[in-house]
Nanobody, 122 residues
Framework: QVQLVESGGGLVQAGGSLRLSCAAS????????MGWFRQPPGKERELVAA????????YYADSVKGRFTLSRDNAKNTVYLQMNSLKPEDTAVYLC???????????????WGQGTQVTVSS
């Protein structure tokens, strides 16, 4: 069992930055792919960024490529999502997740955090 807790969300003006953290407890998450998802109001959940368990593969959605950076610190059991040049359309609840298998498939993510709200004002 892996427990995930996100933090770092908040209200920021367009063009600003935030760094989200996802702390894992329970079983070590070093063997898991880690993903950051977001769910805007009234819309479906989408995968924003993913990092394979080995660190050898990283995925970013086109909408965030060049602005967001996902990293992990296995020693601290924490993953981060650095978000720069934020836009109003980035407003959403952001959730981190851990899973095994294909990192781009939502269905492979077994463990989920509760989410943290990110609001970007124009």
């Amino acid at each position: 069992q892996v427990q995930l807790v996100e933090s770092g969300g908040g209200l920021v003006q367009a063009g600003g930055s935030l760094r989200l953290s996802c702390a894992a407890s329970g079983r070590t998450f070093s063997g898991y792919n880690m993903g950051w998802f977001r769910q805007p109001p009234g819309k479906e959940r989408e995968l924003v960024a993913a990092l394979s368990w080995s660190g050898g593969y990283t995925y970013y959605a086109d909408s965030v490529k060049g602005r967001f950076t996902l990293s992990r610190d296995n020693a601290k059991n924490t993953v981060y999502l650095q978000m720069n040049s934020l836009k109003p359309e980035d407003t959403a609840v952001y959730l981190c997740a851990a899973g095994r298998g294909a990192a781009l498939l939502h269905s492979t993510y077994t463990y989920w955090g509760q989410g943290t709200q990110v609001t970007v004002s124009s």
